[in-house]
């Protein structure tokens, strides 16, 4: 910094304070440095308010009458220094500002506009990193990811971290992971049939190119990492009911379920015959009622031959799952209440967040009881009789 400014901030002084902290901030703005501008903001208010100013930022010295006061001063100079970082595209200190006053969206719609493939190679792993792990824009993050860093990254690290997103970034996520997968799969199989079949007519269509061309998979031939097939099918389970891109999973299951054996991977119960398995799931989420009654009645039979308790309840928790997803509450409702009714786990699955969400407080009365549990039992009692009024009105 020129010499200049401090003997001007000097002679300025005997102006006033305010005149003296005018030109810092015009100062800092044309220096364009934004961390120490967010210091001179507050510092103008702590002058207005007769506090001392060195430690600009510290409630410590504001009194307890002047600290709303404060408070709003610091959003506002938060959310201009914010503002100002997102301008100039420098999203991790944005974040850093906005984050602080919980006003997450500008710096999540910022971030959304940016195209992956045009991201400056030094870029990418900041971008990473506050919009995947800090939580700026996760689904943005991910994009950014699989576009860079490519498919098997992605899936690695959306494995470690799935749990911690919300349901609607996960399924933004998944639906990346198998349109990239699917896209992939389909340009590898185009390439094996033009080599085989160069009259072949076009088709961007999975199971289109496998039909009736059993060749492909002779001698335990493959055409993507299967590890990413199988990650990205379980990952699919995430998907809602309505989610369009499941019939591209169902594809992806017909087309593992050709591999040879030592390639379909199995999955925990009741995933053991991965491919069959989750084609079946899905087909009963989107399929017609033929579909609908064949996919349910394979988990059922599953739960009826399972001797493991463990892996009876693994069994009534994805069936439970499915059941509920396809408006079969009383069913679910049943299988929750013999298998499920102690687990109250917000991150999986809680017997009390089902009843309520199906209507069955009733049923949850009845287990509390049961147990002994007087308070769950007082609390469905109530929220029973809530409702009742609620629907009389």
Same mark, same amino acid.
């Given at each position: 910094?020129?010499?200049?400014?401090?003997?001007?901030?000097?002679?300025?002084?005997?102006?006033?304070?305010?005149?003296?902290?005018?030109?810092?901030?015009?100062?800092?703005?044309?220096?364009?440095?934004?961390?120490?501008?967010?210091?001179?903001?507050?510092?103008?208010?702590?002058?207005?308010?007769?506090?001392?100013?060195?430690?600009?930022?510290?409630?410590?010295?504001?009194?307890?009458?002047?600290?709303?006061?404060?408070?709003?001063?610091?959003?506002?100079?938060?959310?201009?220094?914010?503002?100002?970082?997102?301008?100039?595209?420098?999203?991790?200190?944005?974040?850093?500002?906005?984050?602080?006053?919980?006003?997450?969206?500008?710096?999540?719609?910022?971030?959304?506009?940016?195209? #992956?493939?045009?991201? #400056?190679?030094?870029?990418?792993?900041?971008?990473?990193?506050?919009?995947?792990?800090?939580?700026?824009? #996760?689904?943005?993050?991910?994009?950014?990811?699989?576009?860079?860093?490519?498919?098997?990254?992605?899936?690695?690290?959306?494995?470690?971290?799935?749990?911690?997103?919300? #349901?609607?970034?996960?399924?933004?996520?998944?639906?990346?992971?198998?349109?990239?997968?699917?896209?992939?799969?389909?340009?590898?199989?185009?390439?094996?049939?033009?080599?085989?079949?160069?009259?072949?007519?076009?088709?961007?269509?999975?199971?289109?190119?496998?039909?009736?061309?059993?060749?492909?998979?002779?001698?335990?031939?493959?055409?993507?990492?299967?590890?990413?097939?199988?990650?990205?099918?379980?990952?699919?389970?995430?998907?809602?009911?309505?989610?369009?891109?499941?019939?591209?999973?169902?594809?992806?299951?017909?087309?593992?379920?050709?591999?040879?054996?030592?390639?379909?991977?199995?999955?925990?119960?009741?995933?053991?015959?991965?491919?069959?398995? $989750?084609?079946?799931?899905?087909?009963?989420?989107?399929?017609?009622?033929?579909?609908?009654?064949?996919?349910?009645?394979?988990?059922?039979?599953?739960?009826?031959?399972?001797?493991?308790?463990?892996?009876?309840?693994?069994?009534?928790?994805?069936?439970?799952?499915?059941?509920?997803?396809?408006?079969?509450?009383?069913?679910?409702?049943?299988?929750?209440?013999?298998?499920?009714?102690?687990?109250?786990?917000?991150?999986?699955?809680?017997?009390?967040?089902?009843?309520?969400?199906?209507? $069955?407080?009733?049923?949850?009365?009845?287990?509390?009881?049961?147990?002994?549990?007087?308070?769950?039992?007082?609390?469905?009692?109530?929220?029973?009789?809530?409702?009742?009024?609620?629907?009389?009105?």
């Amino acid at each position: 910094m020129s010499e200049d400014v401090f003997a001007e901030l000097e002679t300025l002084q005997q102006e006033s304070p305010e005149a003296v902290l005018e030109r810092l901030i015009e100062t800092l703005r044309a220096q364009k440095n934004y961390h120490r501008l967010f210091d001179a903001l507050l510092m103008k208010e702590k002058q207005s308010m007769g506090v001392e100013l060195l430690q600009p930022t510290s409630f410590e010295n504001v009194g307890e009458d002047q600290k709303k006061e404060f408070e709003l001063a610091y959003v506002d100079a938060a959310r201009e220094v914010g503002r100002l970082f997102l301008v100039e595209n420098l999203y991790p200190d944005a974040w850093l500002y906005f984050q602080t006053i919980q006003e997450p969206e500008l710096v999540a719609e910022a971030l959304n506009k940016i195209n #992956p493939r045009t991201v #400056p190679e030094d870029k990418v792993e900041e971008l990473i990193q506050v919009s995947v792990y800090e939580g700026a824009n #996760p689904e943005k993050g991910f994009e950014i990811m699989l576009a860079v860093n490519g498919i098997c990254n992605t899936i690695t690290v959306f494995d470690q971290m799935n749990a911690q997103l919300n #349901p609607e970034s996960r399924q933004k996520v998944v639906r990346l992971l198998v349109d990239q997968l699917y896209g992939d799969l389909v340009q590898s199989l185009q390439y094996q049939v033009q080599q085989k079949v160069p009259m072949a007519p076009p088709t961007d269509n999975l199971r289109e190119l496998m039909a009736g061309r059993d060749w492909m998979f002779e001698a335990g031939s493959y055409h993507i990492d299967v590890s990413h097939l199988n990650s990205v099918v379980r990952f699919a389970r995430l998907l809602s009911g309505d989610d369009p891109c499941i019939s591209k999973v169902i594809e992806l299951c017909e087309y593992g379920s050709r591999l040879d054996e030592q390639f379909q991977y199995p999955g925990e119960s009741p995933f053991e015959d991965f491919y069959p398995a $989750h084609q079946n799931f899905f087909k009963a989420l989107v399929g017609d009622e033929n579909d609908r009654s064949l996919g349910i009645a394979y988990f059922e039979k599953k739960l009826e031959q399972e001797p493991d308790d463990e892996d009876k309840q693994l069994i009534a928790y994805v069936l439970i799952d499915l059941l509920t997803r396809v408006d079969q509450n009383e069913r679910a409702i049943e299988l929750a209440e013999k298998y499920l009714s102690q687990f109250e786990d917000p991150n999986t699955f809680s017997f009390t967040d089902l009843c309520q969400k199906t209507k $069955h407080l009733e049923v949850l009365q009845n287990v509390a009881r049961g147990k002994g549990d007087l308070v769950t039992f007082a609390g469905a009692l109530l929220d029973a009789q809530r409702q009742t009024q609620t629907q009389e009105s």
